[in-house]
Structure formats: C-alpha cells, structure tokens
C-alpha cells in the first residue's frame, strides 16, 4: 500500500509570491490534515478535511487556505508569502471516522524556503 | 492560555536504562497523541490514548494517560540507541473544530550506548 505522498519535496519562493503544495493520501483514506513545522514555533495544526470539506482549523492567518477533492487528494495554498513561512510542511491522512486506534500517516513533507 | 508542556526538552540516558517522559495539558481533551520523528524526517505514530487510565505498549516504549490530571507519560524501558529521537506529545481538543490539535515543544532522547 502507497504511503501519504506530498509533493515537491522541496521549494524555494520570493516574498510576496503563492505557493501550492499536494498531498495525496494513502488509498481509502478520507481525512487529510497539515501541520507546520518551524524550529521557533514548532508544530502547529493548519487544517483538516474530510470528503472534501475543512472539518477543523488551525490559528493561522487567512493566507493559509486548502482544499480536498473528491479523491481525498488535498491542496494547500499559501498566498503573499512572507519570510516565517518557511518551514517544513507535513501531511498526515487517516480513514477519518475517529475510531478508537485511529493513527495518522505522515507524508515526508514540503521543505518550503521563502527568500 | 491553551498549553501542552513536555519535561524534559532535553534528555540524555545510557543505553539500558528506564526513564519518563512527561506531557501536561491545560484543555480539555478528546485524545492524546505521541509521535517520534527522526532528524531531518517526518512525524511517525507511536500511540493514539482515548480514556483516562488507557495504557499502551510497544516494545520499549509505554504510554499511559490521566485525564484528571491531564497528564501523560511516555516511559522507556532499558533503552536502546535506536530510540534517539524527538518525541511529540499532542492534544486533540474536546468540543471544537478552532485550533484543534496542539502539540508539545517535543523532546529530543539521545541514547548513549
């Protein structure tokens, strides 16, 4: 079975400038999340969807927006990028239903650098 | 102000040798999380804790959660090199869909052998 795939793996983005990145899911699962990974604030929670609607949200500004698709592949967009926006991106996607041993499965992540 | 706490940050032990790590809370939670990533890697899932009283093992590593408390632990029995990591605590919030998952300063384990 096919891990949880993001992609690209790296980029490299001016201020000011929008930036997507994907996430594709392991087969069948329909929740996909993303989280933010900065060495001064850590791990923070951007947002999570499910069948194709954002269940839960993070505290991050409006610039941060994300979608999913109908084959549970899930966006993230970044727009007016500023320097603090690097940082590693990381997915994570599980069956969703919150059922009692429910794990997330994190993907490698998006190494994003905003110069 | 919502906080989870991991003590220590730090923490340095010889192989062989047990030891705790703590994460405390300041919200009420639906489940508690803890998750090791290696360096330069991504967040691997080490045990998903529901219920006040719920303990998991694998391996060397035991989780157990007080929600009274809202305090867990992630003990490590006769540690191994293998286990240098750092490792996440994280709490998904009760009854609401704002901010939902917070996650602890993490901390970092280096096995000596």
């Known amino acids: 079975k096919a891990g949880v795939t993001q992609t690209p793996r790296y980029l490299i983005k001016t201020r000011g400038q929008q930036v997507t990145l994907s996430c594709s899911p392991i087969?069948?699962?329909?929740?996909v999340s993303w989280y933010q990974q900065t060495p001064g604030q850590g791990l923070q929670f951007l947002f999570e969807?499910?069948?194709?609607?954002?269940?839960n949200k993070g505290n991050f500004p409006g610039r941060f927006s994300g979608r999913q698709f109908s084959n549970s592949r899930s966006e993230m967009n970044v727009s007016t990028l500023e320097l603090g926006d690097s940082a590693l991106y990381l997915c994570?996607?599980?069956?969703?239903?919150?059922?009692?041993?429910?794990?997330?499965?994190f993907g490698s992540g998006t190494q994003l650098s905003v110069l | 102000e919502l906080k989870v706490e991991q003590n220590p940050l730090f923490l340095s032990m010889q192989e062989g040798k047990n030891y705790t790590i703590y994460c405390n809370y300041s919200?009420?939670?639906?489940?508690l999380y803890w998750y090791r990533q290696d360096p330069g890697k991504s967040l691997e899932s080490l045990f998903v804790?529901?219920?006040?009283?719920a303990v998991k093992q694998e391996g060397r590593l035991m989780a157990s959660l007080d929600t009274k408390a809202r305090l867990s632990t992630l003990h490590i029995t006769a540690a191994v090199h293998d286990l240098s990591a750092t490792y996440f605590c994280?709490?998904?919030?009760?009854?609401?869909?704002?901010?939902?998952?917070?996650f602890g300063p993490g901390t970092s384990l280096s096995v000596i052998p």
């Open positions: 969807y499910f069948s194709e609607t954002q269940r």
């Open positions: 087969s069948g699962h329909r929740s």
């Open positions: 994570a996607s599980s069956s969703g239903t919150g059922a009692t041993n429910e794990k997330l499965f």
């Open positions: 919200t009420t939670s639906d489940r």
């Open positions: 804790l529901l219920s006040n009283g």
């Open positions: 994280a709490v998904d919030r009760a009854e609401t869909s704002y901010d939902k998952v917070i």
